[in-house]
Nanobody, 117 residues
Framework: QVQLVESGGGLVQPGGSLTLSCVNSGSIARFGTMGWYRQAPGKQREMVATITRGGNTNYADSVKDRFTISRDNAKNTVYLQMNSLKPEDTAVYYC???????????WGQGTQVTVSS
């Protein structure tokens, strides 16, 4: 069973930090690449950061050196640490998980992040 639930979003001032969490109802060891995506109003959903089963990470240029993705298989959780937040980071952030074996791509319901003074 797959149920991805994001949390940790909210309102933060520019320059602030937030940590997003994505918890699966079952083990995340079944997944290959997991990641965070975001969608701002009027824009397409875009990749923010991904992490492979082996821990290799990839970031969008706009968030490099500010965001850090990590996964904790023991807690069935993927995190996104966001520092030095900017107004342009405002979006709904979605967790994504892809099956390691066979097809299957799963999404959470999203969590709103608003960066504003």
């Amino acid at each position: 069973q797959v149920q991805l639930v994001e949390s940790g979003g909210g309102l933060v001032q520019p320059g602030g930090s937030l940590t997003l969490s994505c918890v699966n109802s079952g083990s995340i060891a079944r997944f290959g690449t997991m990641g965070w995506y975001r969608q701002a109003p009027g824009k397409q959903r875009e990749m923010v950061a991904t992490i492979t089963r082996g821990g290799n990470t990839n970031y969008a240029d706009s968030v490099k050196d500010r965001f850090t993705i990590s996964r904790d298989n023991a807690k069935n959780t993927v995190y996104l640490q966001m520092n030095s937040l900017k107004p342009e980071d405002t979006a709904v952030y979605y967790c994504n998980a892809n099956s390691f074996i066979g097809p299957g791509s799963f999404w959470g319901q999203g969590t709103q992040v608003t960066v504003s003074s």
